[in-house]
């Protein structure tokens, strides 16, 4: 399982990835892994500010669609437009090409509450 030591993690599965003040936000190889085949991604909370833990959008799979959650407070300022066409991304590339929104943070300090990468292991027990 992939899960890369530069990249800080919620309890929610959702990755971050910080530059700066802003951050990319997608969710986890495990998360994907678990979903299955992902069939469409909707973020309609772009250009708004969502306050961390609160609902941004949803991930939709053949059996199951799931909450996506803010790992940070800030404006969601950008969304993958390619998830559009190629939903599949999130399962084949959940760190790259798959990201789902870029947020401009108002407290890059909050970060520090995320878990590191030995933090997820732990909480998904791999």
């Given amino acids: 399982m992939n899960i890369p030591e530069n990249l800080k993690y919620t309890k929610d599965h959702e990755w971050v990835r910080i530059e700066g003040n802003e951050a990319y936000v997608g969710i986890t ?3 994907q892994g678990e979903l299955g085949d992902i069939v469409y991604v909707e973020v309609e909370t772009l250009d708004e500010e969502v306050a961390a833990e609160e609902v941004f959008g949803t991930v939709e799979a053949v059996k199951t669609v799931s909450d996506l ?3 940070l407070s800030g404006t969601i300022t950008d969304f993958n437009e390619s998830l559009a066409d190629a939903p599949e991304a999130v399962n084949e590339d959940p760190y790259g090409e798959g990201w789902m929104i870029k947020i401009a943070l ?4 909050q970060a520090e509450e995320l878990l590191d990468a030995a ?3 732990a909480l998904i027990g791999a």
């Fill in 29 to 31: 190889d495990f998360a």
């Fill in 69 to 71: 959650f803010m790992p």
């Fill in 106 to 109: 108002d407290d890059p300090a």
């Fill in 119 to 121: 933090g997820y292991k």
